[in-house]
Each structure stands twice: as structure tokens, then as C-alpha cells.
């Protein structure tokens, strides 16, 4: 399959910072990419959908002015959480997709651990 | 509301018998079912899907089949190796409005182990 990489695995913070978590497609090209989060013990949650150059959907409860979403290439989409607060400490893992439609050509990427403190 | 439920939190089968995880949806509007297994600290690998006009899929020692009167689906490993031991996902796609891929709606996992 292909492959989904993700930077940083792991992030500390402090209350109030702000935090940018990159996804990289590496040999395909995402015309979609996904955010979701894991909280521990429950199932991934779907956060946003971006299409590289369109402004990000995001999922009913997510704030979009607090999960800053840029997909401006079809290999790079970044997740900004501002003023990240210790509720924010989550899993949080992108998948890419390419053109071929269908559900099941969603890679994912190996998820960024935050903790804020 | 859990739209895709998976009501087993582990599941523990020994080695070289038949794993049976077990999914759940309410969602009548899925029409494509995945199963992903998971490791700790690491993003969901694609095991197998099944479409909604399907009953069954079988891809090696894994087969999903689906229930659409019951609304229920289950992947099966057989023989089961200890390699399986992971968390498995059920997760389910309805359809798009705007073509493309679609986010999926997941189950909370089951922990399967495998004994040797």
C-alpha cells in the first residue's frame, strides 16, 4: 500500500501554545486528506475532509477556528491545534487518498501522540 | 450516538482456531464496510471491505461477511496466528455527496490475542 507519514510521533505542550502536526503523502498523490482523533480506549473520530486547494469540512463539534486545516499540495496537508488546552491532548492520525475513488484507498499515517500540559 | 458498534472490547483465541470479531452499525446509509487492524502508537493498516450488495469477501485467512437485514458484519481469521494480535477495526463509509473519498465512521475496536 502506500505510504502515509506523519511529523512529529509525539509532541508536548504547554496551555495556551499552539501546535502544527504535518501529513505527508511520500509516493502518491492525496487529493483528499482526512484528520481524525483517538482518545484513549475510544474509536477514531472523524475531525475534517480537505481537498488539496479547498477549504477543509469539518465534522459537527469540531472548531475549525481552533483546527486549522492547510492542504495546499497533493503531498503535504498540516493540522494546526490553536491554544491547545490539556482537553486537546488526543491520537491524532491523517490518511491520504488518491484519485481512485472508494473508501478503501485511504492510507493512514502512523498518528502524532500531543499532550498538553 | 455509535453509529458502527463493536461490542467486544478484547477477544482472546488460541493459535490455529478460528477468530471471529463482530461489528454492529445503525446507519442504514452505509454502503461500504473496512476492517483495519491496528497497532499501538501507529496508524490503522487496511485489512479487507466489503460492499453493501456483497455478503461476503474473502481475502486469504481473512473473510468479512455482512447482514444487511441484521445490520451486522464480522471478519474471520483462520488460522488464526500470533502475528493477529492487534486491535481490529470495523469501520464504515456512507455515500459522498461530492464524489471522492469519504471519511469513515469507526468502531471502538476489539483486542484480539492470540495464545500460543
Known amino acids: 500500500g502506500a505510504v502515509v507519514s506523519q511529523h512529529p510521533s509525539w509532541v508536548i505542550c504547554k496551555s495556551g501554545t499552539s501546535v502544527k502536526i504535518e501529513c505527508r503523502s511520500l509516493?502518491?498523490?492525496?487529493?483528499?486528506m482526512f484528520w481524525y482523533r483517538q482518545f484513549p480506549k475510544q474509536s477514531l473520530m472523524l475531525m475534517a475532509t480537505?481537498?488539496?486547494?479547498?477549504?477543509?469540512?469539518?465534522e459537527q463539534g469540531v472548531e475549525k477556528d481552533k483546527f486549522l486545516i492547510n492542504h495546499a499540495s497533493l503531498t503535504l496537508s498540516t493540522l494546526t491545534v490553536t491554544s491547545a488546552h490539556p482537553e486537546d491532548s488526543s491520537f491524532y492520525i491523517c490518511?491520504?487518498?488518491?484519485?481512485?475513488?472508494?473508501?478503501?484507498?485511504?492510507?493512514f499515517g502512523p498518528g502524532t501522540r500531543l499532550t498538553v500540559l | 450516538d455509535q453509529q458502527v458498534k463493536q461490542n467486544s472490547p478484547s477477544l482472546s483465541v488460541q493459535e490455529g482456531r478460528i477468530s471471529i470479531l463482530n461489528c454492529d452499525y445503525t446507519?442504514?446509509?452505509?454502503?461500504?464496510f473496512l476492517w483495519y487492524k491496528k497497532y499501538p502508537a501507529e496508524g490503522p493498516t487496511f485489512l479487507i471491505s466489503?460492499?453493501?450488495?456483497?455478503d461476503k469477501n474473502e481475502d486469504g485467512r481473512f473473510t468479512v461477511f455482512l447482514n444487511k437485514s441484521a445490520k451486522h458484519l464480522s471478519l474471520h481469521i483462520v488460522p488464526s496466528q500470533p502475528g493477529d494480535s492487534a486491535v481490529y477495526f470495523c469501520?464504515?463509509?456512507?455515500?459522498?455527496?461530492?464524489?471522492?473519498?469519504?471519511?469513515?465512521?469507526f468502531g471502538k475496536g476489539t483486542h484480539l490475542i492470540i495464545q500460543p
Open positions: 480537505s481537498n488539496e486547494g479547498s477549504k477543509a469540512t469539518y
Open positions: 490518511s491520504g487518498s488518491g484519485r481512485a475513488r472508494g473508501p478503501d484507498t485511504q492510507y
Open positions: 466489503i460492499s453493501s450488495i456483497k
Open positions: 509516493d502518491f498523490q492525496a487529493t483528499t
Open positions: 446507519n442504514s446509509m452505509f454502503d461500504y
Open positions: 469501520a464504515a463509509s456512507a455515500p459522498g455527496s461530492g464524489g471522492g473519498a469519504d471519511g469513515l465512521t
